[in-house]
């Protein structure tokens, strides 16, 4: 089973695009979008579990500079209309 979570991300200004080119080379990351708004980034990752989500947020996120905060909500039904 696998785990697909939604991390919205808020950054320094300066560095949007340092993190966003960061983030897209990443293994777990399906998708990462620039956006308008309260939040600057939407990050859709899969990961195998919850301690992987944990790794994820602990080891990849917090250290990454220029990100301010995160908001993580965990998928737990999609539904994809083309």
């Keep these: 089973m696998t785990l697909t979570a939604i991390i919205l991300i808020d950054v320094d200004p300066p560095l949007t695009d340092a993190v966003y080119n960061q ?7 399906k998708e990462v979008s620039s956006v308008y ?4 980034i939407f990050l859709l990752i899969t990961v195998p579990d ?4 944990n790794e994820f947020v602990f080891s990849v996120l917090r250290p990454t500079e220029g990100i301010k905060e995160t908001l993580t909500l965990m998928v737990t039904r999609t539904l994809r209309k083309n």
Excluded: A, N, R, T
């Design 37 to 40: 708004g309260i939040h600057d």
């Design 23 to 29: 983030l897209k080379g990443h293994p777990d990351v």
């Design 50 to 53: 919850e301690e992987s989500l």
